[in-house]
């Protein structure tokens, strides 16, 4: 089986132009976690995931402390947003180097590149770097499970 057996075709992308805000708007409104950013030519050059924007407002002691177990509620800390600067500034900044995986590629490569980069969706491209679709996790993880099935049940 080949990523582009089990991806997803109808992807959302964005731009480096595009602002914070909007990319804010397009992860809430379509409930989405990750946005490729292609360029006019519509090649994959980059990765924006909701982490990113999240990261932004994230307090600092996050990343000090091992264990939030005892910590039922942030309280205003929750309600934090970017500053008007950073919701205006492109993504460009906040992107990530393109991570991708070609539609013909094996499940295993792909599972592999996810488990690598730490990452829950990679956006699939052609031979020529465009963008074709995105598999997840979850879509490569039940693609291998299908095979365990018996005949009967797959369908």
Request: glycine residues 6%.
């Amino acid at each position: 089986m080949q990523v582009k057996d089990c991806m997803k075709q109808n992807v959302f992308s964005i731009t480096p132009e595009t602002s914070t805000a909007e990319a804010a708007h397009i992860f809430f409104s379509r409930h989405i976690g990750s946005l490729p950013v292609v360029d006019k030519q519509g090649k994959l050059i980059g990765l924006l995931q909701l982490r990113d924007l999240l990261n932004l407002v994230l307090p600092d002691f996050l990343n000090l402390v091992n264990d939030f177990d005892f910590v039922h509620n942030f309280g205003a800390i929750e309600n934090r947003m970017p500053s008007a600067s950073e919701l205006s500034a492109p993504i460009q900044g906040l992107m990530h180097a393109a991570i991708s995986v070609e539609a013909d590629s094996g499940l295993l490569r792909a599972f592999s590149i996810l488990h690598k980069h730490e990452i829950h969706d990679l956006p699939v491209v052609d031979r020529a770097g465009n963008l074709v679709g995105i598999v997840s996790r979850v879509d490569v993880g039940t693609a291998f499970l299908k095979n365990w099935l018996p005949e009967t049940a797959s369908e």
